[in-house]
């Protein structure tokens, strides 16, 4: 399990996002990507899914070159996109959608699944309980049911990598502690890379906290890394969120 | 004077209309799907556009009618994606579209008011009439909704979910692009090519309402689409059968079908 990206360039026209950028993360573990809004997280994230092509340099999956070749990188990994990133303008449903993992890689499209993918759709459906509202459109449903349903289509396929971007935006409080703890799980045998605006739910079990703000800031151990005057820098000053955090690594970690 | 009892009924006017029924029925939820209801709006903007342009051609070159109408609109709607793909947003790429196409179209149909005596086919165009059709027009709108069909019910999945979550879609292997093309071809061949038998005016409903009916009804992706084609289709002859015992246009009875539908579903 191997994240590389090698002197990444990005822009959105004239406007660089990262310039010369390398990063590579290595191993299974929880790796925690933080940085404000507007930081450039779901970007790196989508340069890493080869999703956005970068200007400069090459990203590479467990050394193959995924760079701006999405159907490679899909292969390899299970992604969960930020969930305000999506809109539901027509119903689809909670099975659907997880069994439009299998379906998607099965074209033409077959009017019956194999019994083995069957099995699959059912089995993620199961284990992250959303089996009892498989019939529910989407759009009925609440940010945790949401998110949990986005967690299973990203399970199907056993990924050894998984990329979840704001996994706990728009989710209720306790929705948000069953799911950090599903994720925390999940990690414990493959790398899971979750950007977070709120690591503070993360950074207990995190591997490594990985600080992106228009470039990589920093990356190391949680003790290493979430320092206040760092995260005062970044976060721009007297932000409860930077006290939660370092109170958080101080009493737990550090 | 007309009454009910007095129509010979002609199987050319349910073959048609369950053509373009079926034709809308499969093609609508797509459109609400993937948000493409504004061009979907302005598509017929380009057919009646590509129709006229058509007429003058078969009337100065004696260019077939139905191959130079699709060969038109066919351009026309690359002009739209040009332009999307020069960087313009859909949004604003369809009012570009749309106030060409108007402005065109009013200047072609003074045309050809003026210059031929072919009132009755320019009407027909516009306000559409599945009573007037010839075999020639039921085996050309065959055609359309064999290709239209075809493009659509096989990548039903993928385009539905190309509208919820396009960079999933993306990591799975399917190319959009290719999705994005085969819709607006499928948009712009059914517009074109049952343009005489739905009319300009109702074309815009027959596109847009039985998607939105469904998204408001079905709970799943799938029973949306059956939803929109049995809307789609009950609407057509519910529609046609009225038309035929009050004597009002069909087309515009079937619009009026599916606004009732429309109605009552959205009071749920």
Known sequence: ?254 | MWTPTSVELDVRWFLVVLMASLTYGVMSPVVKARRFLFLAGALPHSALLSALLAIVLERTLNFPFEVGSVILSLLLVSMVSLLIARGLSPDSATAIFVSFTVSMTTIVLYYILTAFPMETSVWALIIGDPLLVTWSDVRFGFLITVAVVLALLPFLREQILLGVDRDFVRLSGVRPEFYDAMLVVAMALSTVGLLKVVGFVVEHVMILLPGVIASVYARSGRQAVLVSMLVSLAGGLVGLILSLLTGLAPSGVIGLVLLFAYLMVSRR
């Open chain 1, 1 to 254: 399990m191997r994240v590389e990206a090698r002197g990444v360039t990005v822009a959105y026209g004239d406007e660089v996002i990262f310039r010369e950028e390398d990063l590579l993360v290595e191993g299974s573990g929880l790796y925690v990507i933080i940085g404000p809004n507007g930081a450039g997280k779901t970007t790196l994230f989508k340069v890493l899914l080869g999703l956005i092509r970068p200007v400069k340099g090459r990203v590479f999956l467990n050394g193959q070159d995924v760079t701006g070749r999405p159907e490679v990188a899909g292969k390899l990994v299970g992604y969960v996109p930020q969930l305000t990133s999506l809109d539901f303008p027509f119903p689809v449903s909670v099975e659907e959608l997880v069994e439009s993992a299998v379906a998607l890689r099965r074209r033409p499209i077959r009017l019956f699944f194999p019994r083995e993918e069957r099995w699959r759709v059912e089995k993620v459906m199961e284990e992250m309980g959303i089996k009892d509202i498989a019939d529910k459109p989407l759009g009925s449903l609440s940010g945790g049911q949401r998110q949990r349903a986005l967690i299973a289509r990203a399970l199907v396929w056993d990924p050894q990598v998984l990329f979840m971007d704001e996994p706990v935006a728009s989710v209720d409080p306790r929705g948000k502690a069953e799911i950090a703890e599903r994720i925390k799980e999940l990690s414990r045998d493959r790398m899971v890379l979750v950007s977070s605006h709120d690591p503070s739910l993360f950074l207990d079990s995190a591997k490594e906290v990985i600080v992106v703000n228009r470039g990589i800031v920093a990356k190391g151990r949680p003790a290493d890394v979430m320092r206040a005057e760092l995260l005062r820098e970044v976060y721009g000053g007297g932000v409860s969120l930077v006290e939660r955090c370092v109170h958080l690594v101080d009493s737990h970690i550090g």
